[in-house]
């Protein structure tokens, strides 16, 4: 018997969790566009139900489609196991419903999304929940904010908007001595540029909306977990540890193991929560990956080519890119990030609000929308829109300042780029 290869990155974005249609030989993954499935039998059906046996009940639960996308995503990240939902936005909550309860609360970066920022400090009072917010440079004051009620540490691997690198292994450090999960969102660094697994982390998020799917055709969310994280250690995770009342007392991670966290996110939060993605979604998204790392390469050469013209620009006063040699962050992201710091960063105009207002108004190959990660280039200008919600002084913690624009570089020929964004900051800093 011969051993199973260790298959590289490029093979696997192609190959995990695929194999051809057995009906019909289908080699592209089939959209099973259906809602529910035939059960065998009626004991079939009872043992589906009751988490005896694995298979398909109901899509929005799981569905074959889906069930693909979880697998491959889960594979490149190096995870036991993964659940696909409706966005970005719902595998956050995905993340934590599980951890939560009513006066529990998270240690997040200051250096995040502005949508996540909103969500952490807004509707999760909704819950019972809230977030105290830390700048994760600080280790020291990350350890000082957890209590005995924090249930998880949340960061960004690179953050949105300014492109800011963490130390996940310092990071998850701090939360393994506090035996608590730390949950990563990887969006913007996507499996290629860095597996925080590997450093530590014990969940991951995405937003399969952006590097991943990478067209900007369809929204989704993904959350990844290691299966390394002992739910059982503390009584702090009963949702894990303890007897579900809905499945007869069964208790999950007794039950399931390092795929725990990946059944209760399917029996309990997909089941009750409702946060489903649909199998075209997925079918868009599994083609996105599969040329995965080539995208990301081409993102991260153009983006460093770009930066560093922006950055001898006397029009602009900083950019924020970790893959330029002035960077605070450049060592970091050589030794965290080897393959590149991404597709994403700021720069500062010199002009201000006005000025940014005026160059997103005069670009012609770069697009002014709400998105990243896309194979075309684009900008915003988070002060007045992602990020808008919040104070002035939470905007300059996040790197989105009222003179600051947003760009996620694509994949076009960087001097185009390089032409389109000169041609701009002539109209918005004459």
């Known amino acids: 018997m011969t051993e199973t290869p260790a298959y590289g990155f490029d093979t696997l974005q192609i190959h995990a969790g695929a194999r051809p249609d057995p009906a019909t030989g289908a080699r592209q993954t089939p959209i099973y566009q259906t809602t529910a499935y035939v059960f065998r039998d009626a004991d079939h059906a009872a043992a589906l139900f009751n988490l005896q046996e694995v298979g398909y009940i109901y ?88 209590d005995d009620n924090t249930r998880a540490i949340f960061c960004e691997s690179i953050a949105n908007p300014g492109g800011y690198v963490t130390d996940i292994r310092a990071i998850a450090d701090v939360a393994d001595a506090a035996q608590l999960p730390l949950i990563v969102d990887n969006t ?129 006063d900083y950019v924020t890119y970790a893959g330029l040699e002035s960077s605070p962050y450049y060592g970091r992201a050589q030794a965290c990030y080897p393959k590149g710091a991404g597709g994403l960063f700021t720069f500062a105009v010199k002009g201000g609000y006005d000025a940014c207002v005026k160059l997103v108004n005069s670009l012609d190959i770069f697009s002014h929308v709400a998105n990243l990660g896309d194979a075309r280039s684009l900008i915003i200008h988070s002060a007045s829109t992602t990020h808008r919600q919040l104070t002035p002084e939470q905007q300059e913690a996040a790197g989105a300042g009222p ?17 389109d964004l000169d041609q701009a900051l002539a109209q918005a800093c004459p």
């Open 59 to 146: 899509s929005r639960l799981t569905n074959p489609t889906v069930a693909v996308l979880q697998e491959r995503i889960a594979t490149l990240e190096g995870g036991a196991g993964a659940v696909c939902c409706s966005s970005g936005h719902a595998a956050q909550i995905m993340a934590l419903f599980p951890l939560m309860a009513p006066g529990c609360n998270i240690v997040a970066s200051t250096r995040a999304y502005g949508g996540t920022l909103t969500q952490f400090t807004q509707t999760f009072k909704r819950f019972g929940w809230s977030a105290t917010f830390v700048d994760f440079d600080d280790l020291d004051a990350v350890a000082a904010a957890i």
């Open 403 to 419: 003179n600051v624009v947003r760009v996620s570089i694509g994949i076009e020929t960087a001097d185009d780029l390089i032409h």
């Open 188 to 316: 913007s660094a996507t499996p290629y540029l860095c597996r925080p697994f590997e450093q530590g982390a014990a969940l991951v998020v995405h937003s399969t909306t952006k590097y991943l799917t990478g067209n900007g055709t369809v929204t989704g969310g993904c959350v990844v977990d290691s299966g390394t994280f002992d739910w059982s250690a503390t009584d702090k995770f009963p949702s894990l540890s303890q007897p579900e009342p809905a499945y007869h007392g069964l208790k999950f991670h007794e039950t399931f193991g390092s795929l725990a966290f990946t059944f209760h996110g399917i029996a309990v939060g997909l089941r009750d929560l409702g946060m489903t993605m649909n199998p075209q979604g997925a079918h868009y998204t599994l083609m996105g990956i599969e040329t995965l790392s080539l995208r990301m390469q081409r993102h991260v050469e153009n983006a460093e080519k770009i930066a560093a013209w922006l950055e001898a620009d006397a029009r602009v």
